[in-house]
T-cell receptor, first 110, second 115 residues
Framework: GQSLEQPSEVTAVEGAIVQINCTYQ??????LSWYQQHDGGAPTFLSY????GLEETGRFSSFLSRSDSYGYLLLQELQMKDSASYFC???????????FGTGTRLQVFP | EPEVTQTPSHQVTQMGQEVILRCVPI?????FYWYRQILGQKVEFLVS????????KSEIFDDQFSVERPDGSNFTLKIRSTKLEDSAMYFC?????????????FGPGTRLLVL
């Protein structure tokens, strides 16, 4: 089967930098995506890595290393509104479904 | 900006009743999906739909579930006889072409509570 593991919770203060890791066991996928989900809300697409390396989108960056079966989401200049759950996800190579990670709840404190 | 919409936002039903959850995908998208999220857990894939047929379904998507695209805009998920464990948030998603880097766009969800 395919599984993606994330830390359950991360805390940080406003203005700080935080890294959310995602380790996976999967047989083949198109790329690693990151979604943000506020309580009661829908997953919102943040970032996508098709290839190894770093992708930067404003305050958010995402990294993928297929050889290490590992990726991370880096959030810089944290703001209170960044408090949410963050999910990594892969798109299965044989189908088009998204397989989500276990999710990381980020709490940002003033 | 176009978005996926879902109705109702909340649904409360009695165990054994049928429910229909409705979604309007983004208009030029061709691939449609249903996911569910039990409170506090991760998002789980239920079913994908393309060209008027199911392209894949998970083990969760048993005979009690069905999907339909009754017209050119709506995409529905029906649960024939709801169970307590069907209580969850149900998300509809759509994409233009999953073979590209096109992401899936999620609707706001329907919170289903089965009593």
């Amino acid at each position: 089967g395919q599984s993606l593991e994330q830390p359950s919770e991360v805390t940080a203060v406003e203005g700080a930098i935080v890294q959310i890791n995602c380790t996976y066991q999967t047989s083949g996928f198109y790329g690693l995506s990151w979604y943000q989900q506020h309580d009661g809300g829908a997953p919102t697409f943040l970032s996508y890595n098709a290839l190894d390396g770093l992708e930067e989108t404003g305050r958010f960056s995402s990294f993928l290393s297929r050889s290490d079966s590992y990726g991370y989401l880096l959030l810089q200049e944290l703001q209170m509104k960044d408090s949410a759950s963050y999910f990594c996800a892969v798109r299965d190579k044989n189908t088009d479904k998204l397989i989500f990670g276990t999710g990381t709840r980020l709490q940002v404190f003033p | 900006e176009p978005e996926v919409t879902q109705t109702p936002s909340h649904q409360v039903t009695q165990m054994g009743q049928e429910v229909i959850l409705r979604c309007v995908p983004i208009s030029n998208h061709l691939y449609f999906y249903w996911y569910r999220q039990i409170l506090g857990q991760k998002v789980e894939f239920l079913v994908s739909f393309y060209n008027n047929e199911i392209s894949e379904k998970s083990e969760i998507f048993d005979d009690q579930f069905s999907v339909e695209r009754p017209d050119g805009s709506n995409f529905t998920l029906k649960i024939r006889s709801t169970k307590l464990e069907d209580s969850a948030m149900y998300f509809c998603a759509s994409s233009r072409d999953p073979q590209t880097m096109e992401t899936q766009y999620f609707g706001p969800g329907t919170r289903l509570l089965v009593l």
